[in-house]
């Protein structure tokens, strides 16, 4: 899904109001993150979003 920048902004906005769940993850990979690791996060939020039933994670 595209979103525009006054879009993204709201989303982004929404998910900082609920942190952190099952779909929404913040994390920030300076140097400790390999590719593989951050694929498996992006994997388990897909998982989790199919399983909610959302449209996105």
């Excluded at 879009?7 to 140097?31: G, P, Y």
């Excluded at 400790?32 to 994997?43: H, L, P, Q, T, W």
């Amino acid at each position: 899904m595209l979103y525009t920048d006054m879009q993204l902004k709201e989303k982004i906005v929404d998910m900082m109001d609920s942190f952190e769940n099952e779909v929404v993850e913040f994390k920030e990979a300076r140097s400790n993150f390999s590719f593989n690791d951050i694929g498996k996060y992006f994997s388990a939020l897909s998982n989790e979003e199919n399983l909610h039933g959302l449209p996105e994670a």
